[in-house]
C-alpha cells in the first residue's frame, strides 16, 4: 500500500508540474501532502508560499522604520513646503528625502511635532535646569526662545543698531552714539555707546559703555518698565519735581550672570528712576561691572530695537539649524 501510494505521488507531482526540478529528492516529494477528495488527489503544497510570505513580510518590517516611499507634502517649521514628498531616510539630526524629483535634508528641529510623532522622530535635548514654581508663568512659553534657549551654547548671534552724530558748537567737540541690540546664549543685550571726539591732540577721545542684560522671554517686562519710566518722567517734568529716586521693578538676574554677581545681588535686577535737576534716568543693576545709567533717549531708541527682536530670533534659530544640517552632511 506504501509502495503504491508513494508511486501515485510521484506520477501525480509529474502530471500536476509541481516537481520543478530533477535534482529534487525523494524526501522532498514525500513531504508533500496528498488529500484525496471525491474528485481524486489534491496536491497541497502551499508550504513554500507561505515561506516566501513570512520572508517578505520581515523585510518589510526592517525596511520600514528607516526609509519610507509615499508620497506626501510637508510644511517645516520655518515655513518651507515640500510636495509629493519620498523615500524619507532618518539620520540622528536630519531627515533626507525626495520631493518633485529633488533630493533635499531638513534637520529634525525644524520638524513639525506631527510628522515627527508619525515616523517616530525623536529629538534629544538636554532639558534647560529651570525651576518654575505654579505661579510662575514659563520663560519659554513661545517655542523659539524655547529652541534658542535649549542651543544657548551656540557662537551664532544677530544684532541691531542705530547711529547718530552730534555736534556741540560751543565746546567744539563732536559726539558719536550708537545704541545696539545683541541676541546671542538666549540672552538680550542693550548697549548704549558714545564716544566724544574732542579734535585737539592734546585731549583724548572719551569713549562711554552702559549696558543692560535680560534673558529671552523677559522683553514684556523689560517694556513695562520702559513705559513707567516714561509715566513718571511725564509726572515730573509736568510737576518740577525735586531730585529723588526710587524702584521701578524688580526682575529675575539673566541667567548668563556668573554665580558670585548673582549672590552678591541676591539673583535679582532693580530698575530705578532717577531724577536729578530736571533730567530723569533708568539706573539698572543687573550683572556688575556692567550696570547701567541709561536717558530718555536711549530708552526711545531701545524700544524701536526691540521691536526687531521677534525677526531677529527667528533668523537666529534658522541660522542655528542650518549649522546643525551642515555638520551632519560633512562627517
Not at 506631527?114 to 505661579?135: C, D, H, L, M, W
Not at 530723569?280 to 533717549?297: N, W
Request: net charge neutral.
Amino acid at each position: 500500500m506504501a509502495a503504491t501510494e508513494h508511486k501515485l505521488r510521484k506520477e501525480f507531482l509529474a502530471e500536476r508540474g509541481c516537481v520543478r526540478s530533477t535534482s529534487r529528492s525523494m524526501s522532498d516529494i514525500s513531504s508533500v501532502v496528498l488529500i484525496r477528495t471525491c474528485c481524486g488527489w489534491v496536491c497541497d503544497h502551499s508550504r513554500a508560499p507561505l515561506r516566501s510570505l513570512r520572508l517578505l513580510v520581515a523585510l518589510s518590517v526592517l525596511i520600514l522604520p528607516s526609509v519610507f516611499s509615499y508620497a506626501e507634502d510637508l510644511t517645516t517649521l520655518d515655513g518651507k513646503i515640500f510636495t509629493n514628498i519620498t523615500e524619507i531616510t532618518k539620520y540622528p539630526k536630519l531627515v533626507v528625502f525626495t520631493y518633485n524629483s529633488n533630493r533635499t535634508s531638513v534637520a529634525i528641529s525644524n520638524l513639525p511635532a506631527e510628522f515627527r510623532a508619525k515616523y517616530g522622530i525623536i529629538i534629544k535635548t538636554n532639558t534647560p535646569n529651570v525651576s518654575v514654581t505654579q505661579n510662575q508663568r514659563s520663560p519659554f512659553a513661545n517655542p523659539v526662545d524655547l529652541f534658542l534657549w535649549q542651543n544657548r551654547e551656540s557662537d551664532l548671534e544677530q544684532h541691531e543698531s542705530d547711529y547718530f552724530t552730534t555736534n556741540e558748537p560751543p565746546f567744539g567737540f563732536t559726539r558719536d552714539k550708537q545704541r545696539w541690540i545683541y541676541l546671542r546664549h538666549a540672552g538680550i543685550e542693550l548697549i548704549a555707546f558714545t564716544t566724544t571726539h574732542f579734535h585737539r591732540p592734546d585731549l583724548k577721545d572719551l569713549e562711554d559703555s552702559q549696558e543692560m542684560h535680560f534673558d529671552i522671554g523677559q522683553e514684556e517686562s523689560v517694556t513695562n518698565v520702559f513705559n513707567k519710566f516714561f509715566e513718571w518722567d511725564t509726572v515730573a517734568s509736568k510737576n518740577h519735581t525735586e531730585n529723588f529716586e526710587t524702584e521701578i521693578a524688580r526682575c529675575p538676574m539673566s541667567r548668563a550672570t556668573s554665580s558670585i554677581v548673582t549672590e552678591l545681588y541676591g539673583g535679582v535686577c532693580v530698575y530705578n528712576f532717577s531724577w536729578q535737576d530736571g533730567k530723569s534716568q533708568l539706573r539698572v543693576t543687573d550683572s556688575a561691572p556692567y550696570s547701567g545709567s541709561f536717558e530718555k533717549d536711549d530708552l526711545i531708541h531701545f524700544q524701536t530695537l526691540l521691536t526687531n527682536l521677534p525677526s531677529m530670533k527667528e533668523k537666529l534659530s534658522s541660522a542655528i539649524r542650518n549649522k546643525e544640517t551642515q555638520k551632519d552632511l560633512f562627517k
